[in-house]
């Protein structure tokens, strides 16, 4: 049968009874390898990532096309030291967004996503927004990879010769197989399709030193020189001072879009192998990941590609495939000529993991909305290995947008899903910093002292204020190219306008509209419910270590931790 448990302490105050809705609890474990009471098996995710699928999950999540492609409109649109800029603080940014979701997810490792923590600490209809948000957010990003996908297969076969619906399907029905064979194939398939990513970034990074330092015969050394000219700064939308400014504004966007997907190892809490050491572990090693990848391989792409280059402004109406990463471009300007039908298969992979995480993460978010009573109730169901099959089943049904490509142009619809993810995604984020600075001053106000938390944010009450700040101000600017300049026929740029503010209004909507209908109110620091099912998930932890011990005396994983472990 399902827990319930209603929210705050009557020892504290008195909550109105229209605010005791019943709240199933996804954290009550029974059986270490099924996340809530076996009576209820049938609404029960199974704990089947161990940590090296966690960690290399979170790898994966942080590595899309957003890098190996979109920091080629940045660089051609803003320039070398802009981005350098932006892409440096949106990485902190996105740091001070994961330490903060880790030190909530090592205190309550709760199934179902932030939107549990943001129900508990800060008001339901807050969990509630969140959650669908979240879910919004991957059922656009599911198509727009599918799109992707038919997109970068165009590098080979172009559409004349086979319909790009074609790819699509074949694409979903892949990703929709994998996800239905359980969690633990699901976490085998990205740990491979994650390390991929990692060897081909990582050998980027090596060929794009190689380039720099004038290695590769007949191409002399780039050094700085691309920083003198065409210049460190490009104009976007105006001239001189103005101009600069813009464009450097305009790189956040471009950052955003590249981090987003590295929160998405908040949402595997619900089925990791001990949550409490794997999950932090994963967060804590995001600042390495960020640095080696994003700010190192933007760094070294400053150094070969000219921003004013003609292949890069090729590049960026390509859209997506090869042909549209700007490595490809540093690649043919070094005059190696092998190499971008290799990097188009590696891309190909980079879209095929996306898509795959992404409509896992969209199948247990709808899954964890409906446990809440927040969604139709038998998006919950599970089967015998744990997969959510009508939730999974739902979220694959609406990404057949994709199917949008056979009729559109493939480039606007991805420029538009684009749009949407970026908003939602923010929005994530902001969510997630809100809900930690609420789950902070309700742990002071019931008197846990720091030393009781297994991860505890390096950044503090303060940290996630700046952050938080800073999240909004990019939300509401990062289209404001529609206010300065209309489209050749002096129109308004209405349908970007749309997509990129769309979810702002939506997001508040369903915050209020759920207040309204509920009557749910904002906990007070001394009411938000801080121990609900903790004392079973520190039970259970003991029970992980335990397990942990007996593998590592046995030799599992062995090559693992003394190989790819070290690294990552």
């Known amino acids: 049968m ?19 809705e019943p709240y199933y609890d996804e954290n009550i ?19 089947g990532l161990n940590a090296r699928q966690v960690t290399m999950i979170a790898i994966g999540g942080a590595l899309g096309t957003g890098l190996i492609i979109g920091t080629g409109n940045a660089l051609a649109n803003s320039g070398p030291a802009s981005i350098m800029i932006s892409y440096s603080v949106v990485g902190l940014l996105c740091y001070v967004v994961m330490c903060s979701l880790g030190e909530m997810a090592t205190w309550l490792p709760a199934a179902g996503g932030f939107a549990a923590y943001a129900t508990r600490f800060v008001d339901p209809a807050l969990g509630f927004s969140l959650g669908y948000t979240y879910w919004f957010k991957y059922i656009i990003v599911t198509p727009n990879q599918l799109t992707a996908a038919a997109l970068v297969i165009q590098y080979w076969c172009p559409p004349e010769q086979v319909n790009p619906g074609v790819f699509i399907a074949v694409f979903l029905v892949t990703i929709v197989l994998i996800n239905y064979l359980g969690i633990r194939f699901f976490g085998e398939i990205e740990f491979w399709l994650s390390s991929i990513k990692v060897l081909v970034m990582l050998g980027l990074i090596i060929l794009s030193i190689i380039i720099a330092a004038g290695g590769v015969p007949g191409s002399p050394a780039t050094g700085f020189k691309y920083y003198n000219n065409p210049g460190a700064f490009n104009e976007y939308i105006g001239t001189g001072s103005v101009g600069r400014f813009t464009a450097f504004w305009y790189s956040f966007t471009n950052a955003v879009f590249a981090y987003l997907g590295t929160e998405l190892v908040g949402v595997t809490v619900g089925e990791a192998e001990n949550p409490r050491r794997n999950v932090p572990r994963a967060i804590k090693l995001t600042f390495w990941r960020i640095l080696l990848f994003y700010i190192c391989s933007v760094f070294l792409l400053c150094m070969i590609v000219p921003y004013d280059s003609k292949l890069l402004a090729f590049a960026t109406d390509a859209s997506t495939s090869a042909a549209a990463s700007p490595f490809v471009v540093a690649i043919k300007l070094a005059g190696i000529e092998t190499l971008p039908g290799f990097l188009n298969g590696c891309i190909l992979i980079f879209v095929f993991s996306a898509a795959n995480s992404d409509l896992y993460i969209a199948s247990r978010t709808i899954h964890g909305l409906a446990l809440k009573r927040q969604a139709p109730r038998f998006l919950a169901i599970t089967d015998k290995r744990g997969v959510p099959y009508y939730g999974l089943g739902f979220s694959a049904l609406i990404a057949c947008i994709a199917f949008l490509n056979v009729a559109g142009d493939s480039a606007d619809v991805f420029k538009y899903f684009v749009n949407l993810v970026s908003i939602f995604g923010l929005l994530t984020w902001i969510s997630i910093l809100v809900s930690h600075a609420y789950f902070v001053k309700a742990r002071r106000a019931q008197n846990i002292p720091d030393h009781s938390l297994r991860y505890k944010s390096p950044f503090g009450l303060w940290g996630t204020y700046i952050a938080l700040a800073f999240c909004c101000l990019i939300a509401l600017t990062k289209n404001f190219a529609v206010f300065t300049h209309s489209d050749d026929y002096g129109n308004f740029d209405y349908k970007n306008f ?4 769309l979810g702002i209004p939506l997001y508040l909507i369903m915050i209020f509209g759920y207040k309204l209908v509920k009557k749910t109110k904002g906990w007070k620091p001394h009411e938000a419910d801080l121990f609900s099912g903790k004392e079973i998930i520190d039970a259970d932890e003991q029970m992980w270590l335990e397990k942990e011990r007996e593998e590592k005396a046995s030799g599992a994983n062995y090559w693992y931790r003394h190989t790819v472990g070290y690294l990552f």
């Open 2 to 20: 399902a827990h319930y448990h209603s929210y705050g302490s009557d020892e504290h105050s008195p909550i109105d009874e229209a605010q005791k």
């Open 29 to 47: 474990i029974h059986n270490p390898n099924q996340l809530s009471d076996p009576k209820d098996a049938h609404h029960s995710l199974h704990r």
């Open 498 to 501: 749309i997509t990129g503010y």
